[in-house]
């Protein structure tokens, strides 16, 4: 079975712009969370969504932004990107809910500069 | 609101020697709580989670965690110590609300 698959792994931003970034989940899991990891922050959550619906969102401005699709893969989008946005971003694949147990995928490392 | 907290930021053990990582957990309710291991520029890798059914959960690569609600702990341990147990670790919570929150880890290294 094929784990999380995070797209792209790295990636260089200059500010002000936007970048997307992809995450396809396990095979039969539909519930897909996003996490933010920095060295000064740790893991902060910043939504999840199931069945297209985003059912729980974190504390990020709206800059931030997701999406699911029909077949369960997710999409991020950040947009006037910030030099404190430059992260690994963490997409995490739960079969209904984290509470299922979350399986993570590589990540994706974000640089703003 | 729940929360996790790990105590001590940095572990360092002998190979072969028991490995104790700490975790506390701030709940009003029954938690649903997880070990998750990172290695370097990897993602997240599930060790272990405890969801109610027994106190003592056995997870992959020879570790175990045991729920104590008195203690309102949640510690990961594994008997003897192997070098490619060097990274960082994990201890997570959620209850019902779809988000798992994060203590802020634990690293381990491994003396040879």
């Known amino acids: 079975k094929a784990g999380v698959t995070q797209t792209p792994r790295y990636l260089i931003k200059t500010r002000g712009q936007q970048v997307t970034l992809s995450c396809s989940p396990i095979s039969g899991h539909r519930s897909v969370s996003w996490y933010q990891q920095t060295p000064g922050q740790g893991l902060q959550f910043l939504f999840e969504?199931?069945?297209?619906?985003?059912?729980n969102k974190g504390n990020f401005p709206g800059r931030f932004s997701g999406r699911q699709f029909s077949n369960s893969r997710s999409e991020m989008n950040v947009s006037t990107l910030e030099l404190g946005d430059s992260a690994l971003y963490l997409c995490?694949?739960?079969?209904?809910?984290?509470?299922?147990?979350?399986?993570f995928g590589q990540g994706t490392r974000l640089t703003v500069v | 609101a729940q929360s996790v907290t790990q105590l001590g930021s940095h572990v360092s053990v002998s190979e072969g020697a028991l490995v104790l990582l700490r975790c506390n957990y701030s709940?009003?309710?029954?938690?649903?709580l997880f070990w998750y291991v990172q290695y370097p520029n990897q993602g997240l890798q599930l060790l272990l989670k405890?969801?109610?059914?027994?106190?003592l959960v056995k997870g992959i690569n020879g570790f175990e965690a045991e729920f104590k609600k008195s203690e309102t702990s949640f510690h990961l341990t594994k008997p003897s110590a192997h070098m490619s147990d060097a990274a960082e670790y994990f201890c997570a919570v959620t209850l019902n609300d779809y988000k798992l929150s994060f203590g802020a880890g634990t690293t381990v290294t491994v003396r040879a």
């Open positions: 969504y199931f069945s297209e619906t985003q059912r």
């Open positions: 405890y969801t109610s059914a027994a106190t």
């Open positions: 995490a694949s739960s079969f209904e809910k984290p509470q299922h147990g979350a399986f």
């Open positions: 709940s009003s309710v029954p938690p649903y």
